[in-house]
C-alpha cells in the first residue's frame, strides 16, 4: 500500500495535468517530502488520523494474504481510535491541549489503562457504556498477537468486521456531539506534521478516502462490508 504524491507547485502552474510524481510508503508522521523532476521541493501533508490509516493497511495486508498482519493492523486501528474518541472529546470540553498531553502520559503505555478510560468517558458521556469488542474476539486477538496463531483469510475479515462494527456506530456518536472536538484534532494532527522548516514553504494536504473516514459523508460508504472493501481496493502504483 503507497500513497501517490502530486507535486503542489506544478498541481499550481497546471493543475490539468499534474500527475503523481512519487508511490510513497505510509509515514508515521503524516508528512511526505519528494523531489519533483522539474526542480521543485514537494510536501505533502496527509490528512488522514492514524486510525484511519492503519485500518486501511489491515485492509490492504488481506489483500495481499496476510492475515496475521492484518489483525494487528486493525488492533492497532482500534486503540488508536479511542485515543482520538478521549482527546476529541476532552478538546470538545476545551480542555487545554497540553493538559490532555500530560494526562495522556499516564495511560500511554498501557492499552488496558486507555480501554478503561475510553470505556468511563463514553459512559458519562451518552450515559450508557460503549459497545466493545466481545470477549471471544478479544481471545482470538490474544492467540493471534501475542501467541502466534496465524489466522485464515475468512477469521482476518471477521474480525476486521467486528472492529468496523464497534468503531462506526461510536464515531457518529462522536460526530454528532463533539464536532469542534474533532475539527481540533484535524487541525492539530496537521499541524504537528509540519517541521520548523516548513513555515513559509509551499505545502499541499492530501486527503484519502479510507474504509473508516472521518471525512466521507456518503452513508453507502459507511454500511460497506470490509469483504466488500477489500475487493474494491485499487492497487495503488508500485
Ligand atoms: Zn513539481
Given amino acids: 500500500m503507497k500513497l501517490p504524491i502530486v507535486c503542489s507547485q506544478c498541481m499550481k502552474d497546471d493543475i490539468e495535468n499534474a500527475m503523481p510524481i512519487a508511490a510513497v510508503e505510509f509515514r ?24 484511519e490509516i492503519l485500518f486501511d493497511i489491515g485492509a490492504y495486508a488481506i489483500a495481499d494474504g496476510y492475515h496475521r498482519e492484518a489483525v494487528s493492523s486493525f488492533t492497532a486501528s482500534l486503540e488508536r481510535f479511542y485515543e482520538f474518541f478521549i482527546r476529541a472529546l476532552m478538546l470538545q470540553k476545551s480542555i487545554d491541549p497540553e493538559v490532555i498531553d500530560a494526562a495522556w502520559r499516564t495511560v500511554a503505555a498501557q492499552s488496558e489503562r486507555q480501554l478503561g478510560a475510553f470505556t468511563l468517558l463514553y459512559t458519562l458521556e451518552f450515559g450508557r457504556p460503549p459497545q466493545l469488542l466481545s470477549g471471544p474476539r478479544i481471545a482470538f486477538r490474544n492467540d493471534v498477537v501475542h501467541k502466534g496463531r496465524i489466522p485464515t483469510r475468512p477469521e482476518a ?13 461510536i464515531l457518529r456518536d462522536a460526530q454528532e456531539r463533539f464536532p469542534d472536538g474533532i475539527q481540533k484534532m484535524v487541525s492539530r494532527h496537521l499541524s504537528q506534521s509540519h517541521t520548523a522548516a516548513d513555515l513559509g514553504q509551499p505545502a499541499a494536504t492530501l486527503w484519502i478516502t479510507t474504509i473508516i473516514s472521518l471525512s466521507v459523508v456518503d452513508a453507502s460508504h459507511h454500511s460497506r462490508s470490509l469483504e466488500q472493501a477489500v475487493a474494491g481496493l485499487r492497487r495503488r502504483p508500485a
Avoid at 511526505?32 to 492514524?50: D, M, S, T, W
Avoid at 475479515?157 to 456506530?169: F, K, S, T
Wanted: some cysteine; glycine content about 8%.
Fill in 28 to 51: 508515521d508522521d503524516g508528512r511526505y517530502e519528494v523531489a519533483c523532476p522539474k526542480g521543485h521541493r514537494a510536501i505533502v501533508f496527509l490528512q488522514q488520523q492514524k486510525f
Fill in 157 to 169: 475479515l471477521e474480525y476486521g468486521q467486528a472492529i468496523l462494527e464497534v468503531v462506526r456506530p
